[in-house]
């Protein structure tokens, strides 16, 4: 316990868990909009995040984004922004279709549903982790090298943007990776909350989520809702698989694992089921998390979030804002 | 998959209506065959690339694995994916008390981690116990990976990452040896020079290991059955089944919830002592959050709430990685999409227990005298 290096270095800290807080946030609303919609913990949304991780790797390294400087950095980016979103919506769709729809089909109990997200959850990031195995049965060990050699190693983000420190805030120095995450993840969230509020689609969600049944007697087509619900999430996943790859700078298979379970925490720190509490939790446990760091020592990091977790779960379980989609106009 | 079941179900219930004797017969006979496995090594189900001997100690460790993971799932309802925790738990106690801190005998090791794993239970299931059952199952799987974190961190008392080695056998008490069998095609020859001896812990020999994790199998199997037919099954059953329901007709549901998950933690610190003594060698990379994601597939292609479904699955899993060794790397992939595949098709498992396939049946017979509500129409 060493209350010194929180207090020295509290701006950084603040900023830096905000960055990290924002990736959080992203990938909680995906768990607080199907949650809303279903009532269904997608346990499989770390690995949409995955799968939009690498999809932006593998684009920018087909482009040859490694080569941009200038203003083809920001283009670069755009088409990773892009790249992942898309591949995030469309896994977050197959996800719906094979592994959940069947089961609503049937009526299952919740903790039936979890076991087939559990299961797709596994399948999906075995199956990134072994992606060398199709080319090795039919004879191209070299096909691909850049892409599926290695499968369990990590693989870097191709695109170098030079670190910038723009201005200060305290003793910190602000970069420019910095802005970007929460610059971008700032405006994702605006605008997912003016669509949810705002549009006729939104609104079709907001009423799912009240009420079903009333829902769909009111002419509110529900599977599409559903589906629209994990496209959103997924793209969210997308862009924050984007600004991980930014901050953190590589991806590997299981790297959605552990951030998938810290964006649940953070949807339940805000109220799971609460568009705007997943920000607030979001933000929450990425500083939370430096916070811990500075007082107990990096290794601890993991930890922090895991015990938040089962703390708010004993004193709070619906969260700081409550749990609702429909009820709290979220 | 219907003929199947109604085959097996023929079994079952002809082997219910033989008398007393030879249920018993049966029994003895069926015990004595799975404890020879090894030396009858039968063709078709030995294993060529691994050592049987070891393959057999782990499927009869994961096989009581599955019965304390059975408790919890299949008998009190309560989705726990992180059990790897208490397994984990189980092991370091003995590294740390056998070998790292301490070097007690093993024998006292043992009873030590179970103790151990059931405070832990204790202390993990007393605040979460009480959140819903698909929150308690995210927390869960938090504690488990807090464990192995703690695990790699907390140098002091684990060695970190390096892992605790030298970790103490069983006493060897050598009483007779007995060779095994060879098979050539279908002809078997006793080879004398290949022999396991009764009780001689060793590395180069996995039997021993094989015939005490078995012991512990019956021994937990035994008050398993004991249990689950007592005012504690019953009580487990209705919390269950409607948890509210069970606690109007007077049964303190927390407490019992909280004895399942204690008592399945006990049976996991149990395997994962048994784990380590066998390992002599244990670090945190063997309790990764992968396993506990092994074991809930055991339990829920087994049958939540059958014993025999989830100690068949437990061992059909362990060995099938071990016997077609192409399915080694893709295993968790193939576990991943089995788990999916039975939660959309099957989610009773392949064996459900009778009580389930009953409740099904007399809801198919009528299920238009029941409306939604639960009352009967008049």
Known sequence: MDFSLLFSH??????????????????????????????????????VFMYGAFAAVWVLMALGGGKASGLGIAGYLLIAFLSAMTVSALIALLLERVAYRPLRKRNSPPLIALISAIGASFALSEAMGLRDKPFKWFGQENAFQDYVGRPREASPFPLKIDVVRLFSIGNYQVSNIDLIVLGAAIVMMIVLDQFV??????????????????????????????????????????????????????????????????????AVLGGIGNLRGALLGGFILGVAENYGQAVFGG?????????????????????????????ARA | MNQVRSFLGGVADRFRALPRWAKIVFAVALTVFVYLLPIINPPFITTQDSDFGAVLFLCALYALVAIGLNIVIGYAGLLDLGYIGFFAIGAYTVGVLGSQHAKLPLLLCIPLAMVVTLISGVILGAPTLRVRGDYLAIVTLGFGEIVRLILVNADGLTNGSRGISSIPSPPSVELFSIPKLEWNGLVATLNLDNTSTAFKFSVTDSVPYYWLALTFVLIVLFLDWRMQNSRVGRAWEATREDEDAAELMGVPTFRFKLLAFATGAAIGGLSGALFATKQQFINPDNFTILYSVLFVAMVVVGGQGNRWGVIVAAALLTWAPEKFRFLADARFLLFGILLMVLAIFRPQGLIPPRRTVRAKHADEQAPDTIDAEGVARA
């Open chain 1, 197 to 266: 509020n705002r549009s006729r689609l939104g609104r079709g969600i907001r009423a799912v989520a009240q009420d079903p049944e009333a829902a769909a007697l009111m002419g509110v087509n529900r599977d599409r809702v559903i589906r629209l619900t994990f496209v959103l999430g997924g793209a969210m996943a997308g862009a924050a698989a984007v600004m991980y790859l930014l901050k953190v700078g590589q991806v590997r298979y299981n790297s959605g694992f552990l951030l998938g379970v810290k964006a649940f925490t953070a």
């Open chain 1, 299 to 327: 290794e601890w990091r993991d930890v922090v979030a895991f015990t938040l977790l089962v703390v708010i779960l004993l004193f709070r379980p619906t969260g700081l804002l409550g749990e609702s989609l429909g009820k």
């Open chain 1, 10 to 47: 509290f701006p950084e800290l603040t900023i830096t868990g905000l960055a990290y807080g924002a990736i959080y946030a992203l990938i909680a609303l995906g768990y607080t909009l199907v949650y809303g919609v279903l009532r269904l913990i997608n346990f499989a949304h770390s690995e």
